[in-house]
């Protein structure tokens, strides 16, 4: 799938079945999101580009490699975003954070923004949106609208699951974003679930229901 990364680890694979099985308690699947969210941090910032500085080591100077640019912005779609984001700020602990409150409504499916804050220079940044589940891709495609409205160019997506459905709006909506997820499940229900999915993300990571 063009601009699609499926992250097919064992541990990830491993770790998201844990997640769909709905016995899981909320703790658990809260901690799960969490090492799932920094293993496919691991992947998403695979090819950020390094540049050399001078360092001394206690036995010589060297020219040693370091990330390059500025730091990179996370960007939770809360809610359910946010349970990505501690796991992703244990690998990369500098990265700024951009809230992005968009939900759906669960009559029209439509998304509905009621917040935003970014860093003021989040335009010349690497930003990397965050929600579990790419179900419609509403809330993704207009989450992604607001970044590119204050100039941002350059935009990942990480989730968890995604449908069909969904990867080929987002592509198509915005095919400079590139996707990463952990696995591409069977389809949309007419509820905007994803099959087999694992239910409401924002409800299993809170224990809202
Ligand atoms: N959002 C969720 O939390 N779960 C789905 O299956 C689809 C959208």
């Given at each position: 799938m063009e601009g699609v990364t499926v992250v097919d680890h064992p541990l990830v694979q491993h770790k998201l079945t844990l997640m769909r099985d709905k016995n899981r308690s909320t703790k658990g699947f809260r901690q799960l999101l969490n090492e799932v969210g920094r293993l496919l941090c691991y992947?998403?910032?695979?090819?950020?580009?390094?540049?050399?500085?001078?360092?001394?080591?206690?036995?010589?100077?060297?020219?040693?490699?370091?990330?390059?640019?500025?730091?990179l912005v996370l960007a939770p779609i809360l809610r359910a975003g946010e349970g990505f984001l501690e796991g992703m700020l244990d690998l990369v602990p500098s990265?700024?954070?951009?809230?992005?409150?968009?939900?759906?409504?669960?009559?029209?499916?439509?998304?509905v923004e009621y917040y935003f804050k970014a860093p003021p220079d989040v335009a010349e940044r690497l930003v990397i949106v965050l929600d579990p589940m790419l179900a419609t891709a509403n809330s993704a495609v207009a989450a992604i609208e607001r970044l590119k409205a204050r100039d941002v160019k350059d935009?990942?997506?990480?989730?968890?699951?995604?449908?069909?459905?969904?990867?080929?709006?987002?592509r198509e909506?915005?095919?400079?974003?590139?996707?990463?997820t952990a696995a591409v499940d069977s389809h949309l229900n007419d509820h905007g679930y994803i099959v087999p999915g694992l239910g409401d993300a924002g409800d299993r990571i809170y224990g809202t229901k």
């Amino acid at each position: 799938m063009e601009g699609v990364t499926v992250v097919d680890h064992p541990l990830v694979q491993h770790k998201l079945t844990l997640m769909r099985d709905k016995n899981r308690s909320t703790k658990g699947f809260r901690q799960l999101l969490n090492e799932v969210g920094r293993l496919l941090c691991y992947e998403v910032t695979r090819d950020l580009p390094l540049e050399k500085v001078e360092i001394e080591t206690p036995l010589e100077k060297m020219m040693a490699p370091r990330v390059a640019g500025k730091k990179l912005v996370l960007a939770p779609i809360l809610r359910a975003g946010e349970g990505f984001l501690e796991g992703m700020l244990d690998l990369v602990p500098s990265a700024r954070v951009a809230h992005i409150g968009i939900y759906r409504d669960p009559q029209t499916l439509q998304a509905v923004e009621y917040y935003f804050k970014a860093p003021p220079d989040v335009a010349e940044r690497l930003v990397i949106v965050l929600d579990p589940m790419l179900a419609t891709a509403n809330s993704a495609v207009a989450a992604i609208e607001r970044l590119k409205a204050r100039d941002v160019k350059d935009i990942r997506f990480v989730c968890l699951l995604a449908a069909p459905e969904g990867i080929k709006r987002l592509r198509e909506a915005h095919p400079d974003v590139k996707i990463w997820t952990a696995a591409v499940d069977s389809h949309l229900n007419d509820h905007g679930y994803i099959v087999p999915g694992l239910g409401d993300a924002g409800d299993r990571i809170y224990g809202t229901k």
